[in-house]
C-alpha cells in the first residue's frame, strides 16, 4: 500500500522558517517522481518544488526560488521542503505528491502552513 505521510506544518511568522517531511511507504522516494504541491483558500493547487526521476533535476516554482529548499533521505525514505523566509502568501495546505508511470500520482493529506504577518 502507498502512502505519504506529511508532518512539519504549523503557524509561523513572517520571515521564519519550516521543514515539512513527507514519510513515503510503499514506493522508493529515490525511483519516483516526487514533491510538494500547496492550495490556498480559493486558489487551484499549485506545484511548489519536485524531484525528476528522468533526469535527476529538481523543479521550483518561481515564487519560492531562492526561499525553499527540496531534499531527501533516501534512508529514510522520506522527502523534505525546507521553507526560509516565509511569507503570508506562502499560506496554503501543502501536500506530498508521488508520480510513479504505472500506478499514477499519489497524494498525502496535506499539511496546513499559515504565515502571519
Known amino acids: 500500500e502507498v502512502q505519504l505521510v506529511e508532518s512539519g506544518g504549523g503557524l509561523v511568522q513572517a520571515g521564519g522558517s519550516l521543514r515539512l517531511s513527507c514519510a513515503a511507504s510503499g514506493f522508493t522516494v529515490d525511483d519516483e517522481d516526487i514533491g510538494w504541491f500547496r492550495q490556498a483558500p480559493g486558489k487551484e493547487r499549485e506545484g511548489v518544488s519536485c524531484?525528476?526521476?528522468?533526469?535527476?533535476?529538481?523543479y521550483y516554482a518561481d515564487s519560492v526560488k531562492g526561499r525553499f529548499t527540496i531534499s531527501k533521505d533516501n534512508a529514510k525514505n522520506t522527502v523534505y521542503l525546507q521553507m526560509n523566509s516565509l511569507r503570508p502568501e506562502d499560506t496554503a495546505v501543502y501536500y506530498c505528491s508521488l508520480r510513479n508511470s504505472d500506478a499514477g500520482r499519489y497524494w498525502g493529506q496535506g499539511t496546513q502552513v499559515t504565515v502571519s504577518s
Open positions: 524531484f525528476s526521476r528522468k533526469d535527476g533535476t529538481t
